[in-house]
């Protein structure tokens, strides 16, 4: 028995039962799936939530804080008079 | 918009039904091939399957032209390959149903033997699929058509018994 002989043998083994599919596969499978989608947004709504409330958050310490203002110096006295 | 985004999702919903309606019955015959359970009483193919195409509903919007049946099959496989190792491994858990075709064979071999004879599945995307050399698949796939066309005798109960060491 060659290799395709063997193969075609094999086929007809798993070939012989099938199973009738139970009508409320297809609910189930919705009903998952739905769950699964809807989770997806739920996740993503509040990551972008998150990135908003980051973005607002830095703005407002930004503004109050200003660090890209030199801080005045604390070590030397100011140059004055000369 | 409003209108839109629901005709949008019913034109959806039954692209999805009717690929449901058509692909279903090949998934589960295969899923129970997988699980070697028989033909009436699958509880762990329909599990199996169910969750498979939850999946492909879920990303049927992304699937771009993809083969959404392709899609399904690759998820099955790759569930039952993970979870197979926990679930059919050692004493006590779910033995092979003496009337599955692939009952005398173990997980590994059922899953390569479907995807491969049943599925049809080229020998490097099963390999590529499972994280094995193409040259470990061709030979299990040896093996386990050897073990189906020629039952070996007193070997059979023993090798039922838990995965082949990969």
Redesign the interface.
Known sequence: ?NRPE??A???R??????????PE??A???R???R??RR?AAARRLLWLLLAAACVAFAVWALTARPWVEPPSQTTPPLTGW | MRERRASQAARRAREFEAFVAGAAGRLLHAATLLTAEAPGDNPRARRLLTLSLAHTYACWDRLRGEDPYDRARQHLATRFARAAWHQYGGLGRARPHPTSPLAALTPQERLIVVLRLYEGVAEEQAAALLGLPADRVHTICDRATATLLHPPQGRAATSAMGVAPS
């Not at chain 1, 083994?13 to 139970?22: G, K, N, W, Y």
């Open positions: 028995m063997r193969e043998a094999v086929r083994i798993m070939e012989q039962v099938p199973a009738p599919v139970p596969l297809y189930e499978i919705v998952r799936g739905g699964t989608l997806r």
